[in-house]
């Protein structure tokens, strides 16, 4: 079982940043694929974000190109989200997503094994 502990949520104005992270515990870290999800009220969960075991490959959602970047530091144990030009259509719970086969980072909630709790991002107008 891994654990997953998002952080760094909260409330901003639109056009303002915010950097998201996720640590891990409990298993590999260095081996697993990690992604970004959020699920605003009232709407299905969505992909953001995702990014290879190594980071050398990324996927975006068409609403996060240019303005979101997911990195990791596995020695830390960390994948973070930065986020940027934030808008009120990104208010949202984000929640980070391990793949322990390392072979998916991609919009398929489905291929992914263990979820964080999530952390509130609030973006007002």
């Known amino acids: 079982q891994v654990q997953l502990v998002e952080s760094g949520g909260g409330l901003v104005q639109a056009g303002d940043s915010l950097r998201l992270s996720c640590a891990a515990s409990?298993?590999?870290?260095?081996?697993?694929?990690m992604g970004w999800f959020r699920q605003a009220p009232g709407k299905e969960r969505e992909f953001v974000a995702g990014i290879s075991w190594g980071g050398g490959s990324t996927s975006y959602a068409d609403s996060a190109k240019g303005r979101f970047t997911i990195s990791r530091v596995n020695a830390k144990n960390t994948v973070y989200l930065q986020m940027n030009s934030l808008k009120p259509e990104d208010t949202a719970v984000y929640y980070c997503?391990?793949?322990?086969?390392?072979?998916?980072?991609?919009?398929?909630?489905?291929?992914?094994?263990?979820w964080g709790q999530g952390t509130q991002v609030t973006v007002s107008s």
């Open positions: 997503a391990a793949d322990r086969a390392g072979t998916h980072w991609g919009r398929d909630a489905n291929e992914y094994d263990d």
């Open positions: 409990g298993g590999h870290f260095s081996n697993y694929a």
